[in-house]
């Protein structure tokens, strides 16, 4: 659509939302881009003609799908199975058919600037994108209005940067719904496992072998050449037996670790696993696993090999998680099956991958019987190496298969004068010639582009990479240039690309990489662009944080998560390079994000800054005490204050507001004493300034209407929830306004439950609509059930407080697990279970948080004199041990209703 539609045009209310998307885009745009046009043509007329048969109307394109919006569940459903029977019956004019998946979701919405935003269009999204072509993926709010339609059923699934969902697919009489299991489930790992968009090729047996092995071992390593393909076949394996571990699977790339120590990091981020008090990162890792059945994929293993058989010795001694690791040699692992990749057959396999890659390159490309023969010759040139064979493919726009065999044989010849050949030096000789065979441009690029972790856009490619004035003595690439070479890298297969939301991005495989950091260590240039590299992403975060609180705040969230690699090799660098100053404001600048989005990766960065030389000369050196206070806080290590009053000793004016968020946090949340609440939060309004940030702002206030709210309430409440109200409002951030609804809810309490609890829920779509794995999502999950918890409908707080310990549990988010414990000890002494509630609570205590007076009333009341036993005898028992009893505890009696 070109031009939007008027919003008077579209409707508003509580709307049904259907979101589509064609499968495998990306690799049929690439191979066939003049099929592909054709298709989607086809596709567009289609879905909107049934589209507005049904009163939808479509109100978006996406890429290669539509957004379309309707007023009831009945019409959407239907438009939605008429849209999949007409593309499933058209003749496509001889094209291949595309395949779509779809999602339906509904909720409260109102058109803005001819679009819709907000939690509703978010989850519809992501329910989509769940469903795999041919399916119709609804969620478990549209089903209930659907009971005359066909639907299955199909359990919780994870929504990308949401959390759970209900799922049905719908399904219909002569429809074709494709059985392959939904895309997401809810599991471990921050994320799933990667999509590859190119099929496996020559691979049958090996997988069929390897996945036969998973069944009866816990360890396996497949070990193979460098560019052999294990790390396809690992992602393959992995996707297959995802399904047979209750957890899922989880993906962790190590081969751009450069520091052995960063290994458990990368692991423990992967995981989404968060350090706890008085446990290593590793023995975290373990605590985090703990009951737990995953699959977890370690790739590219063989340079970090001590350190990742020290933490697989670790898991596989202590939990129940099975390991796939990809190494060019064996690790020692104890129990370790070994499973060799060789090559791809040259004259069958090899054969097939060059010619796909090659259509993909040159859609005109039809070799002649002769050109089978070359290419069966290059191929075995290349001893069968599937990334030697697809660098050569990717030379057939310029080279005839005659031309590619002559220069392969004459350069091999010169690069192996001298020494031994193999398949290692084939690939790296391999490597050298697609690297010799780039013009002096494309070569330069090519390694300078190899200081970026874990991908890049064009738009880092220029302000990195790019030569903004001239510099003697160096290859110069003016920005204009950028593009074309980039793409040129990209039709050689020397970069990678991938279509994302709205963007596309870059990767080098790891063994380009770092053939171009040697190179670019050669030109005697790496520094340069690793610091370029390096202010260039403290530049990026720097900006992103000015826009945190406002109505871009959800694309702040997806850009530091997407560059969240390189946000990290820049701290490194700046550390490095002895730069603490922009290691300190780096991370001062993701701090607010970090504290709101869980990522404890980014403490741990504060006591690195704290560890360095002339840490106590830094201005910001205040804030850093207060990121290492939170951190304490959040992973229930310690309650911080000693570090956020050493912080206000130093600037008592705490410029970021870290410093009073741990103070604040741990008076009202851990200790309940109100004197020390009225201090820190009082204290905290009076030293807000005109250039106070926001969200400090707004933090200061809510905390106040806390304690104001809970020790002693007064009218003062209401006014600071006011202007917490036209902070959000103004900023249009979701946070802010989650945050706003939060202390609302409290001051409404006072004179309707209904009312407060009317004000949480806003407040819980506003922090899902960037993702469930959010602070404000389990603080007001946690202040609604103790609301609820004595008086609320009995089956519904046992479920969800259920549901609260599962999350917090599963985001290893252990100071928000502890807190719901006075919860479960409140509903499980209204069950008859008070004895496991008090032991909860006794762990509660043993760790540093007080429970709430009702949670300590309900277990009195209900135990009399044997009440302090039977906490006593929860006092032994870890967090992450209580919770696994509470959980256990409650799905029985959630079971038993």
């Known amino acids: 659509m070109s031009t939007p539609l008027p919003d008077a045009e579209l409707p508003s209310g509580i709307l049904v939302f259907l979101f589509t998307d064609v499968e495998d885009s990306t690799p049929r745009w690439e191979a066939a881009p003049d099929d592909m046009r054709q298709a989607i043509n086809i596709h567009d007329e289609i879905l909107r003609r049934e589209i507005a048969a049904k009163n939808g109307v479509v109100f978006k394109n996406t890429g290669d799908g539509v957004a379309a919006v309707f007023g009831n569940p009945e019409h959407a459903a239907s438009a939605a199975i008429a849209c999949q029977r007409a593309l499933q019956a058209s003749d496509w004019n001889g094209i291949e058919r595309l395949k779509v998946r779809m999602g339906l979701h509904m909720g409260e919405a109102q058109p803005t600037r001819g679009d819709y935003y907000g939690p509703p269009v978010n989850r519809a ?23 005359s339609f066909a ?60 996945v036969g092995l998973c069944e009866d071992n816990r360890v396996i390593t497949v070990i193979g050449p460098g560019g052999v393909g294990k790390t396809r076949l690992a992602l393959e394996i992995g996707r297959q037996r995802q399904h047979a571990h209750a957890d899922g699977a989880v993906f962790c790339e190590l081969g751009t670790i450069s520091e052995p120590e960063a290994v458990v990091e990368a692991v423990a981020a992967a995981l989404g696993a968060r350090p706890q008090p008085g446990l290593s990162l590793s023995a975290s890792i373990v605590n985090y696993l703990e009951g737990r059945n995953a699959l977890v994929i370690l790739d590219n293993c063989e340079h970090v090999a001590d350190e990742v058989r020290l933490l697989a010795d670790q898991l596989l001694a202590a939990t129940s998680t099975s390991l796939l690791l990809t190494s060019r040699e064996p690790l020692g692992v104890a129990g370790e099956q070994l499973f060799g990749l060789r090559p791809l057959d040259a004259s069958s396999a090899g054969v097939e991958l060059f010619l796909e890659r090659a259509l993909e390159r040159d859609q005109s490309f039809r070799p002649t019987a002769g050109d089978h023969d070359l290419i069966r010759s290059v191929c075995e040139r290349l001893d069968g190496v599937p990334l030697a064979i697809e660098l050569a493919a990717a030379w057939v726009r310029v080279l005839s298969p005659q031309d590619l065999l002559d220069r392969l044989e004459d350069r091999f010849q010169v690069l192996r004068s001298g020494r031994s050949g193999g398949r290692h030096t084939t690939l790296r000789d391999t490597v050298r010639w697609s690297y010799e065979m780039l013009d002096e441009k494309q070569a330069t690029l090519f390694d300078r582009l190899s200081v970026f972790v874990g991908g890049f856009s064009l738009d880092s490619v220029m302000e990195v990479c790019a030569d903004h004035e001239p510099v003697e003595g160096r290859v110069e690439i003016h920005p204009d240039e950028v593009l074309d070479i980039v793409m040129s890298l990209v039709d050689k297969s020397m970069v990678m690309s991938e279509r994302g939301a709205g963007h596309i991005r870059f990767s080098m495989l790891g063994i380009l990489r770092q053939f171009g950091q040697e190179r670019l260590d050669d030109r005697g240039t790496s520094t340069i662009y690793r610091t370029g590299h390096a202010d260039h992403y403290r530049a990026l975060v720097h900006d992103q944080a000015d826009l945190l609180v406002t109505s871009k705040e959800a694309e702040v969230w997806e850009l530091l998560d997407r560059e969240w690699a390189n946000i990290r090799a820049s701290f490194e660098t700046l550390l490095l390079q002895d730069r603490l100053e922009g290691a300190a404001g780096l991370l001062l600048d993701v701090g607010w994000y970090a504290t709101l989005s869980l990522r404890t990766e980014a403490f741990a960065w504060a006591e690195e800054v704290a560890r360095h030389e002339g840490f106590d000369s830094l201005d910001s050196a205040a804030s850093i005490h207060g990121l290492r206070a939170i951190r304490k806080y959040i992973s229930v290590a310690s309650d911080g204050s000693a570090d956020a009053e050493a912080g206000l000793a130093i600037d008592p004016s705490d410029p970021y507001g870290f410093c009073r968020l741990a103070l604040t946090s741990v008076s009202l949340n851990n200790v309940h004493v109100a004197e020390n609440s009225e201090r820190w939060t009082a204290d905290w309004i009076d030293s807000l300034g005109d250039d106070s940030p926001d969200m400090s702002r707004l933090w200061a206030l809510g905390m106040r209407t806390f304690h104001l709210c809970t020790n002693a309430p007064s009218p003062e409440a209401a006014v600071h929830a006011a202007e917490m109200v036209a902070i959000a409002e103004s900023s249009g951030s979701a946070s802010a306004q989650a945050l706003a609804r939060w202390a609302n809810g409290m001051v409404e309490t006072f004179s309707s439950m209904e009312a407060g609890l009317r004000q949480w829920r806003l407040g819980l779509d506003a922090a899902r609509s960037i993702t469930d794995v959010h602070l404000l999502v389990h603080l007001i999950v946690g202040l609604e059930l103790h609301f609820s918890a004595t008086r609320g409908d009995l089956d519904d707080v046992l479920a969800k407080t259920l549901d609260g310990l599962r999350r917090a549990h599963a985001q290893h988010y252990l100071s928000g697990t502890s807190h719901l414990f006075g919860v479960s000890a409140i509903v499980l002494s209204r ?58 505890t409650l799905e029985d009696v959630v079971a038993s209703r």
């Open 125 to 147: 999204a992501r329910v989509m994108d769940v469903a795999n072509g041919d399916q119709i993926a609804i969620s478990g709010v549209v089903s209930r209005f659907l009971s």
């Open 151 to 210: 639907r299955v059923p199909m359990g919780d699934h994870q929504l990308k940067g949401i959390g759970t969902e209900q799922i049905d697919l719908l399904t219909a009489d002569d429809l074709v719904t494709d059985d392959r299991p939904l895309r997401s489930r809810v599991g471990v790992g921050a994320r799933s496992l990667p999509e590859v968009a190119q099929r496996i090729i020559g691979r049958e047996s090996e997988i069929e072998n390897l």
């Open 831 to 888: 069950v008859g279970m008070a004895p496991t509630g008090a032991r909860l609570i006794g762990s509660m205590v043993a760790n540093g948080h007080l429970p709430r007076e009702n949670a300590i009333r309900a277990i009195d009341k209900a135990l009399g004199p044997d009440a302090e036993s039977a906490k006593n005898d929860g006092a032994s028992l870890s967090t992450n041990d209580a919770a696994s009893l509470a959980i256990a």
